[in-house]
């Protein structure tokens, strides 16, 4: 059962150093979002993909923080000199399309900056 | 503009009793419903879904969910809980104008005591 994939589950980086959460979607399916969970808080969505195309970043800060999802290969959430406020789970989910499509969610990556 | 609101930072229930888990909404229109669960350290799974018809929407694991239209509510049931139902249960609604972007409630933890 290969459901949404996500590497690494957990990752500890200093301040300033960069940051790469890698997720690969349900095979076959080719939108792919990542969102960021605060604790106590619900999910609050950062960007949505499509092979090789970024559909909406709106919620993607505009410094520091890229996304990709190419031909080949996962999706790559990428934060840049991170800070101790990038502290948080990170979340990918894919759908098979767009349109209210149930979206399935990987484990997750639980990003600790020191 | 789009919400949705659980009041219940926590809800706890006795095995074997029914559990409600409460979620109202702030739409315009026809609404889409999700309820998700989210186990420790783990990705949220999708549990049910309302589009249309039967305000009654049975899903996973014995869950239903109640529509509610004038009183913009859509709580989650279950008629007897499991100690394994102890998780954190996140309600959802797409965001206006998008069939993709979803907008979460704070989440509800749930807490089923032997």
């Known amino acids: 059962n290969a459901g949404v994939m996500q590497n690494p589950r957990h990752l500890v980086r200093r301040r300033g150093q960069e940051a790469r959460l890698r997720c690969s979607p349900v095979k076959g399916h080719s939108h792919v979002y990542w969102y960021r969970q605060l604790p106590e808080e619900g999910l609050k969505f950062m960007v949505y993909?499509?092979?090789?195309?970024?559909?909406?970043e709106s919620g993607m800060p505009k410094e520091r923080f890229s996304a990709e999802f190419p031909k080949e290969g996962p999706s790559i959430l990428r934060i840049q000199q991170v800070v101790r406020g990038d502290s948080a789970a990170y979340f990918c989910?894919?759908?098979?399309?767009?349109?209210?499509?149930?979206?399935?969610f990987g484990p997750g990556t639980r990003l600790t900056v020191l | 503009a789009q919400s949705v609101a659980q009041p219940e930072d926590q809800v706890n229930v006795a095995e074997g009793n029914p559990l409600t888990v409460k979620c109202t909404y702030s739409?315009?229109?026809?609404?889409?419903l999700f309820w998700y669960v989210q186990y420790p350290n783990r990705g949220l799974q999708f549990l049910l879904k309302?589009?249309?018809?039967d305000n009654l929407v049975k899903g996973s694991y014995g869950f239903e969910a109640e529509f509610n239209k004038s009183q913009t509510s859509f709580h989650l049931k279950k008629p007897s809980a499991l100690v394994s139902d102890s998780a954190l249960y996140f309600c959802?609604?797409?965001?206006?104008?998008?069939?993709?972007?979803?907008?979460w409630g704070a989440g509800t933890k749930l807490i089923i005591k032997p």
């Open positions: 993909l499509q092979k090789e195309n970024i559909i909406d």
């Open positions: 989910a894919s759908s098979a399309g767009q349109g209210n499509n149930e979206q399935f």
């Open positions: 309302y589009i249309t018809g």
């Open positions: 739409v315009s229109g026809n609404p889409y």
């Open positions: 959802a609604v797409p965001l206006r104008d998008s069939n993709y972007q979803l907008i």
